[in-house]
């Protein structure tokens, strides 16, 4: 049985979809190959929507995070449901959506059965299938469900039925004994004009140029990287690590500072993952030189984003602010860390409007304003002209 037929028979039942449930996930991994550019950037939608730990908990170990039809619809955007509810079939977007946060969960779990994000190429050969349709609702090949076989059991004389369908072939087989020398020879006449023919000769280099294009596109597509991510999450003396690397080495030299500096027990790597797509981690060295600032770090968020980016949220303590601005010279840091008063607001107030810019989704809007700085005259309610 293939991947996720067992899947689409249950949501077909769950959500009384009839047979629209394998277009539904073919539509869902259209998406995700077409749009999100894979796996993983399918999964820094949800991210986007502020669903980090969800999202994570769908590819690490354990227990799958449930998603709200509300969450859904906020990561996946109103135009892609419009889209994957057209390609479904024209199902009702309340019931596509239901559908799509039950299926999200587990399709994801699936597809990283060992924690691993996989390639883009590993993921095509995963769901291949599901993209072209060659697999039904019950794990048939599109095209055969219910068809009689051949002969039964004991080989006995073929049904009337398959009886037809034997001479159907047969007869397509003659066809194609005079089409195909038919089909050649106007190949060979088309391909020796283009050699002789001297107008046409621009217009098949032309051709020529337009697939070598074509192809170093596609290239140039399956060999995208993304940023590496790293987030810290402190909670009571504890610390769970989050994020994306490129490699197990990345991984292993993280673990071993963290734990080196914080202690072994204090320390979780569950939300941590590789993915062969991520961008080499460059800071890695200074990551370390970070960290035995963060001990004692009662609560709070850092996360090192890309090659130049720090986002942090909740208590950070000044030594640690006063340490990092040290060594991650040219980063782009939260407003918070560059004092207080005017400079302080009009940095956090160039940043909010920077993520105003890029946000899509009502989460990311409420993130860019929660950057933002307003300091009120005394006894004043008026939002000041700056």
């Not at 354990?62 to 449901?81: I, V």
């Not at 500096?261 to 939300?271: I, K, R, V």
Request: proline share 4%.
């Amino acid at each position: 049985m293939a991947l996720f037929d067992s899947l689409i028979s249950e949501v077909n039942e769950r959500f009384h979809l009839g047979d629209k449930g394998n277009a539904l996930l073919s539509a869902l991994f259209g998406l995700m190959i077409n749009k999100a550019g894979g796996l993983n950037g399918f999964l820094e939608m949800f991210r986007r929507a502020g669903l980090e730990q969800t999202a994570n908990s769908w590819v690490s170990s354990g227990a799958n995070s449930a998603l709200s039809n509300q969450q859904t619809e906020d990561a996946l955007g109103t135009d892609n449901l419009s889209d994957i509810t057209t390609q479904a079939g024209g199902l009702p977007t309340a019931t596509a959506i239901s559908a799509l946060s039950f299926l999200i969960p587990t399709v994801i779990d699936k597809l990283t059965p060992n924690g691993v994000v996989p390639s883009n190429n590993n993921l095509t050969g995963m769901i291949g299938s599901y993209l072209s349709g060659k697999s039904g609702s019950g794990g048939e090949r599109a095209g055969t469900a219910g068809m009689p076989d051949r002969t039964d059991a004991a080989g006995e004389m073929l049904t009337d039925t398959a009886r037809r369908n034997t001479v159907t072939e047969k007869d397509d087989g003659s066809v194609l004994r005079w089409i195909l020398p038919l089909v050649l020879v106007v190949l060979l006449g088309f391909i020796g004009y283009q050699f002789c023919g001297k107008p046409n000769q621009n217009v098949a280099m032309a051709n020529t140029n337009a697939i070598t294009a074509h192809a170093n596109s596609n290239i140039a597509v399956a060999t995208a990287k993304i940023d590496p991510r790293l987030s810290i999450r402190a909670e009571n003396g504890k610390y769970s690590v989050t994020g994306i690397v490129s490699s197990e080495a990345e991984k292993n030299q993280i673990m071993e500072s963290m734990r080196r500096e914080l202690g072994d027990a204090n320390t979780d790597f569950s939300g941590l993952k590789i993915d062969q797509n991520a961008k080499p981690v460059s800071w890695l060295a200074k990551f370390a030189e970070l960290l035995p600032s963060l001990r004692g770090w009662a609560s709070g968020t850092l996360t090192f984003e890309g090659e130049n980016r720090l986002v942090a949220a909740g208590n950070i303590p000044q030594t640690v602010i006063d340490k990092i601005k040290s060594l991650f010279t040219g980063w782009t840091l939260p407003a918070f860390f560059l004092g207080t008063g005017a400079d302080a607001q009009k940095a956090a107030n160039e940043q909010a409007a920077q993520a105003l810019k890029s946000a899509s989704t009502p989460q990311q809007v409420v993130d860019a304003l929660n950057l933002s700085i307003i300091n009120f005259a005394t006894g004043e309610s008026d939002v000041p002209a700056d």
